[in-house]
């Protein structure tokens, strides 16, 4: 099942995808589940079916794409996970997960923008697969990890690299208006297989940049939610984005920095494709 958030006639709302038709679910369940991360929270998968039977249908290009979660309590991103990204940053072995966060009011959806900023044009790309909790926890065991995903995503975690570099925080580089780029859906666990055998790709303009197979992480799945959950509670909602592989543009020579009038996907087996042209950010 693929469930998204979007915009029809510029009210936001929720609903499945199913071929190339978005269901407003959201409206007609607002009462009782407001946004995409409510129904999360208290609803049944298989109330979907009846009310999609009841709601409206639109065309793919009638709707506006939101972040898949607009408004998560954390995104908590994890650094320097797959090992030919660590070895082209030149970072040192690590025995636990590098962790970052990211605000919620950073994110774009498919087909939306992602902008360079007006004071950088150092703006990378980094294509990565999410995971969205779907059931709340603390001290959870890597065994039991699993059973607290709600689903996957793709996410292209686009970095502005000097912002990133000005300390050994991550957060300025970011956490830039419109870099996190969150969608198109969320494909519920229950879709994917073996969500270790997924092939990740990020293209620019077409060109393959990033190629690794979800397997090839250092700290897999299970381990990111065990630690994460020994400082954090993780409640529904809550986005984990789980590394970029090597790549990235910083580390080529001559770097290669996206720019305005770029494309940039992101593609995960059985999870999607997500697609955002590159736009500049207003000075004014």
Known sequence: MKLASFKVG???TWGLIERDQAIDVGTTLRERFGDLKRFLEGGDLALLDKASAASRRYDLGDIV????IPNPDKIICIGLNYEMHREETG?????????FTRFSNTQTGH?????????S????????????IGKSG?????????????GYACYNEASVRDFQRHTHQFAPGKNFPRTGAFGPWLVTADEVTDVTKLRLQTRLN?????????????FDIPAQIEYCSSFTELVVGDVIVTGTPGGVGSRRTPPLWMKPG????VEIDQVGLLRNPIAQESST
């Open 65 to 68: 794409w939101l972040p898949v």
């Open 111 to 119: 087909l939306t923008a992602i902008e360079r900023p007006a004071v």
């Open 138 to 150: 603390r001290h959870i065991k890597r065994e039991r990890a699993f059973d607290h995903v709600a």
């Open 206 to 218: 077409g060109e393959v940049v990033q190629d690794a197979f979800i397997e090839q992480m250092i």
């Open 262 to 265: 770029d494309v940039v996907e």
């Open 91 to 99: 970072r040192a072995e690590v025995g636990y997960p590098t962790v």
């Open 10 to 12: 510029g009210l936001s």
């Open 121 to 132: 044009l150092e703006l990378d790309f980094e294509g990565e697969l999410a995971i969205v």
